[in-house]
């Protein structure tokens, strides 16, 4: 069955930087776009980055010029390359695909970004 498992969510001092990872299996990962949302406390989920099969990305204008998504089918694995992390950054992060019109999540990783 299709399972995204994220990781590298920490503790980070404002102005850091963090890489997160979703780990994906059950699909063919190479074929289908990856999108990352992130959910802060009392807040809704919100997309940050989302990339195609073919590489195209694209930003939340919050996040863009700090964030990068990548991919590597190779290893079946979606990045998000967070820099210059900002207190409002803290949150939840989820990786999300959509694979014969289902949607499916990882569990999310906890992003904290204070002094």
């Known amino acids: 069955q299709v399972q995204l498992v994220e990781s590298g969510g920490d503790l980070v001092q404002p102005g850091g930087s963090l890489r997160l990872s979703c780990a994906a299996s059950?699909?063919?990962?190479?074929?289908?776009?990856m999108t990352w949302y992130r959910q802060a406390p009392g807040k809704e989920r919100d997309l940050v980055a989302s990339i195609t099969t073919a590489g195209g990305t694209n930003y939340a204008d919050s996040v863009k010029g700090r964030f990068t998504i990548s991919r590597d089918n190779a290893k079946n694995t979606v990045y998000l390359q967070m820099s210059s992390l900002k207190p409002e950054d803290t949150a939840v992060y989820y990786c999300?695909?959509?694979?014969?019109?289902?949607?499916?999540w990882g569990q999310g990783t906890q992003v904290t970004v204070s002094s």
């Open positions: 999300k695909t959509v694979f014969h019109l289902s949607a499916y």
């Open positions: 059950g699909f063919t990962f190479s074929r289908y776009p």
